[in-house]
């Protein structure tokens, strides 16, 4: 009874809260949508980023073949795909372009444009990062029968293959681009999308106007927007709260969204849902004495998980006890299961006394050494001070080192640290994206522990070959008991998404993933 | 009859600091509230209750009880041990900064004024450049510039771009002190004597400029600290979970002082104290030692 209370009070909450923006209303053109960056990226790559930081700024411009329908999450839609056709036995997509798409430049686009792009996902020339390089890696050749047909030609199955090719990541470049500079998108701007680039002012902002050749008749409906930098939080609530900005789409902490609606009442709107994203502890396994198992497993049992995450929910984004699949997901590991593994035990005590054992065992029994993270307040710096506080109950000492997001990414990228607060930024629950990161770092760069494993990439790749969903399961169950007993890497807490908006933005739909939904293409004005 | 001769009465000493006290109150009690910073500071192992740096969500933003006589921050951490700790941060900091800055201004100042000509027009100008930057500017510069350099635990980096603001200050007023030593005729006989500049310098120009290069020390003591204070709060100075007075104004205190407002007052106020105690000390000093106010 209290249950169904509950579910109704839930959907009443919902229909008074997020449906406010979904009762459906003409949109109006024009006005501009000032919202807060809260990190400023390093680079416009789309390819070669994990962060929303490059997103929120490059999304705007660029177009993907195609993009998930988020009134419909996970369903995907065509964005630059008219339409298109798989195989049954999931050997071959082909998709037919839509007509009359230009580059910013004037340029047309091409099959030739969709085929240099995936070239350069699933094979990066030299001096160019792809992250998204294990994901397309099933991609036998790519063939461009005429200017307006693309067709992907499977070396391997890849079960969620059509939600890759909706990934926001795989923003289109221009073919002549690429030929002249493989490099070029990193610093200069040249997409299809539904906004041209303006300017970017380093350390204040980046702005985008209505792009009149846009292929989608009657979008955007904005004139033009600015995303401006708010690497502090209070800075960015503050203008959130003056109107300076109008929305902050990556998500806020609780405490955040309690100071906002107490200060702003019904002027704005906060959407909540759990996050496809986590935070993850890195070892540099290329690094003494973190070569050693037994050290990266001392330190992963040392976490007091299931406390820290009743105490970190209250005051941070971090909120769920979860394995490499977001919990409450088809394919997540059960609590019961998850228990059992190296880092989620219950009993705490028990473990630390573990976890001292082992690194007596290993001769490192007062470790020293130093944790890179980023120096976004939320939620790296909670999820900091919280890990040196564990690490510290078995005699382990800390340097915290917090730096912007350039810095960050440079320094693990070329793997100059020791251990990492890294993140797993996805954009849907498939397990071939949720552990293609955990692959070793020959297939996977963003793999940060650096660690290479036969064993774990045949795992991986005999469960994208497997279309039971069962034996698929067990595969990943498989996958993760391996991964957390060679303690490259494991998730400390998956997020919560609390997407604040002021009233007046329409148009925005809320997601699971902040990576989604960020053209901007349909936002527009009620003012 | 011998009549003895009346004892003759023992001249009084008089006691320098009592002295100090009488004439400038206010000075001595900030020296008394620099004494305890530093008692807390040395010995916070031993003076704080609780361990500064552990975590109890239990605790979580507990108004000032019996338990913890300031509340506890956003973490369940206790708030008095983390000022207890952070007067340690910003006392190696303060001074460290404020030592390492005033003593290359006094050399600086002290060489420009000895050799004087072509060398102290440049080292003037150069020191116009840097006096034309506030202090807390400068510093984020150089901060911004060189990162962050931990040695021991303590970030080198920070120590200098708050020292490097103080250079100039500290060299303008010292030379100007110095500028009356070189006529004086011993630095002239020193000169004639065939000593070396380096000798005249430290050992005849630099300890008669003393009286500044103190007075100055203890004024930016105060200054280094606030600047320390300010840099943690801007998330350029030390780094969380690092028990730092303006590393407690700034995180998540923005977000909870509604709810407990103990979590930015008592760092406030510490900060206050401690910069008022300094400056006012500073000048205290500056008076006592001020031939004129003696008269």
Request: proline share 5%.
């Amino acid at each position: 009874m209290r249950s169904t209370w509950m579910a109704l009070t839930l959907l009443g909450s919902a229909l008074a809260f997020g449906a406010g923006g979904a009762v459906a209303q003409t949109p109006k053109k024009g006005g501009t949508l000032n919202f807060a960056i809260s990190a400023e990226t390093a680079h416009y790559d789309c390819h070669a980023s994990d962060t929303y930081a490059t997103l929120h700024f490059s999304s705007p411009f660029y177009s993907t073949l195609l993009r998930f329908n988020l009134a419909k999450f996970p369903e995907v839609e065509g964005d630059l795909a008219k339409s298109w056709t798989v195989a049954p036995d999931l050997m071959s997509y082909t998709f037919k372009l839509q007509e009359g798409v230009k580059f910013h430049d004037g340029t047309a686009l091409t099959s030739e444009d969709v085929k240099a792009t995936y070239d350069r996902l699933r094979n990066p020339p030299q001096g160019v990062v792809s992250t998204r390089k294990a994901t397309f890696a099933d991609i036998g050749t790519i063939e461009t029968p005429d200017p307006l047909t693309v067709v992907f030609k499977m070396k391997a199955v890849n079960a969620a293959m059509l939600e890759h090719f909706a990934s926001p990541w795989n923003c289109i470049y221009a073919a002549k681009d690429l030929a002249a500079n493989p490099a070029i998108p990193r610093t200069k701007i040249n997409g299809t999308g539904p906004f041209t680039f303006v300017e970017h002012v380093k350390g204040s902002h980046v702005s985008g106007k209505r792009n009149t050749g846009y292929f989608k008749k009657g979008l955007p409906y904005l004139d033009d927007y600015k995303g401006i930098f708010t690497l502090q939080a209070a800075a960015m609530l503050n203008a959130l709260q003056g109107g300076q900005v109008l929305a902050e789409f990556r998500g806020i902490s609780p405490a955040e969204r309690d100071r906002l609606v107490a200060a702003m009442g019904d002027k704005i709107r906060i959407e909540e849902q759990s996050w496809t994203l986590n935070l993850l502890i890195a070892f540099n396994t290329e690094k003494k004495p973190f070569d050693d198992v037994r050290v990266r497993k001392a330190l992963l049992m040392a976490i007091d998980r299931w406390g820290g995450s009743q105490g970190l929910s209250k005051i941070s984004t971090l909120r769920s006890v979860g394995g490499v699949i977001r919990p409450g997901s088809p394919f997540a590991t059960p609590e019961a299961e998850l228990v059992k593994l190296p880092g989620f035990s219950k009993d705490i005590k028990k473990s630390r006394e573990e976890a001292k054992r082992l690194l007596k065992e290993a001769g490192v029994p007062d470790l020293k050494f130093t944790l890179w993270n980023r120096n976004l307040a939320m939620p790296y710096t909670p999820a900091g001070v919280f890990l040196i506080d564990q690490w510290r109950q078995i005699g382990v000492t800390v340097e915290h080192k917090q730096s912007d997001t350039g810095t960050y990414l440079a320094t693990m990228n070329a793997g100059n640290h020791e251990v990492a607060i890294d993140f797993s930024n996805l954009f849907m629950d498939d397990s071939s994206l949720g552990l293609a990161k955990y692959l070793s770092v020959t297939r996977a760069p963003e793999n940060r522990s650096r660690s290479k494993d036969a064993e774990l990439d045949k795992l991986y790749d005999d469960h994208m070959r497997e279309r039971d969903p069962a034996k698929r399961k067990a595969l990943i169950r498989a996958f993760e008991k391996r991964l957390f007993e060679q303690a490259y890497q494991q998730p400390l807490l998956w997020w919560h998404r609390i997407v604040p908006t002021h009233k007046v933005v329409m148009g925005w739909e809320m997601s699971p993933s902040h990576n989604l939904g960020q053209d901007l293409a349909e936002v527009w004005l009620n003012q | 009859m011998t009549i003895a001769a009346p004892a003759e009465a023992a001249p009084r000493v008089p006691n320098a600091a009592m002295e100090f006290a009488r004439r400038q109150p206010l000075g001595a009690i900030s020296f008394v509230i620099i004494c305890v910073m530093m008692t807390a500071g040395i010995f916070c192992e031993w003076v704080a209750p609780y361990d500064p740096l552990a975590i109890d969500f239990v605790q979580l933003l507990g108004a000032p009880s019996l338990e913890h006589w300031c509340g506890t921050d956003a973490y369940g951490r206790d708030i008095c041990s983390r000022l207890i700790y952070g007067a340690r941060t910003a006392l190696v900091i303060g001074f460290t900064s404020s030592f390492v800055g005033s003593t290359l201004g006094a050399i600086l100042g002290v060489a420009s004024a000895y050799f004087g000509g072509r060398i102290d027009n440049w080292i003037q100008r150069v020191v116009d450049i840097l006096l034309a930057f506030p202090i807390i500017v400068l510093a984020l510069v150089v901060v911004a510039a060189f990162g962050r350099f931990a040695v021991a635990g303590i970030d080198v980096n920070l120590i200098l771009a708050i020292a490097i603001p103080i250079v100039p200050r500290v060299a303008r007023v010292v030379r100007a002190a110095a500028l009356s030593v070189r006529v004086m005729p011993y630095v002239d006989a020193a000169r004639a004597a065939g000593y070396s500049h380096t000798r005249i310098i430290f050992r005849h120009m630099a300890p008669n400029v003393v009286a500044p290069y103190l007075i100055m020390l203890t004024a930016f003591i105060a200054q280094a600290i606030l600047a320390e204070a300010s840099l943690s709060f801007l998330g350029l100075g030390v780094q969380e979970p690092t028990a730092a007075w303006g590393l407690m104004l700034s995180g998540n205190a923005a977000d909870f002082y509604r709810q407990a407002p103990w979590m930015i007052l008592f760092p406030g106020v510490a900060i206050s104290l401690a910069v008022f105690a300094f400056n006012l000390f500073g000048d205290s000093l500056r008076d006592y030692l001020d031939p004129r106010f003696k008269v």
